[in-house]
């Protein structure tokens, strides 16, 4: 499963990148917003950090408007991708940029048809939010299971894309039922990493390694 981090943060892509493991980024409106920075200039410095996908999204919503901003972003790099939200105006802009080869990720995605129709249209990704589904007494991984049988029923090539994840138990679920990608916070991604047991059990290795005289024997030269 492909991982990617979802914000608009330097520092903290920064930090995810340096993991080694990651493989893309996401944003949306409220995360570049909340940065309080140009967009245009944001989304460069990010494709310049990671060069796997980078999701960027317009916020117009009739397929002209969202065509004619979605351009300018096509030019910022070869690993923007175009996000639109799963309206019909959104369906419809995702086929024609998706005709003319540029990479689409639908976003805003809350049941399967909307993935159906996404994957019809040929985006490349589909962004089912299950931490909101949760929110609201809902059970977010389901989507992610039936969009899953969809896909593979017909062949789709369009990749799963596990978005407003919560916690690492969404992590797991979303690697067991074999979505393509999960975009998590950072602080998701570094809770994946962290068990009590592996703190406590290297801090004793460390001691015993400290408290042994096997540091002090030197070693036989090699053969
Ligand atoms: O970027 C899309 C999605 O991951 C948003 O998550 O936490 O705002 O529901 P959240």
């Avoid at 990617?4 to 409220?30: C, F, H």
């Avoid at 175009?82 to 005709?99: M, N, Q, V, Y």
Wanted: negative net charge.
């Amino acid at each position: 499963m492909d991982i990617y981090v979802d914000t608009a943060n330097l520092d903290e892509i920064k930090i995810a990148a340096s993991l080694g493991v990651l493989d893309g980024v996401t944003t949306n409106p409220s995360l570049i917003a909340k940065e309080g920075v140009p967009f245009k200039q944001r989304m460069k410095e990010i494709c310049a950090v990671v060069k796997g996908p980078v999701s960027a999204e317009v916020v117009s919503i009739e397929h002209d408007a969202m065509i004619a901003e979605a351009e300018p972003l096509i030019d910022i790099a070869e690993n923007i991708v175009i996000k639109f939200p799963c309206i019909e105006e959104g369906i419809k802009a995702c086929k024609t940029l998706s005709d003319r080869g540029v990479r689409v990720n639908m976003t805003l995605c809350f049941q399967p048809l909307q993935a159906l129709l996404a994957a019809k249209a040929g985006a490349f990704l589909i962004s089912p939010f299950v931490g909101r589904v949760d929110d609201v007494g809902g059970d977010g991984m389901e989507i992610i299971q039936q969009i899953r049988v969809i896909y593979d029923n017909y062949g789709f090539k369009t990749k799963i894309l596990t978005a407003s994840i919560r916690h690492p138990q969404h992590m797991v679920q979303a690697a067991m039922m074999g979505s393509d990608v999960a975009t998590a916070p950072l602080k998701v991604i570094q809770q994946m990493i962290k068990h009590p047991l592996t703190d406590v059990g290297l801090k004793n290795f460390l001691a015993d390694w400290e408290k042994s005289k096997a540091q002090l024997v030197k070693e036989p030269a090699m053969a």
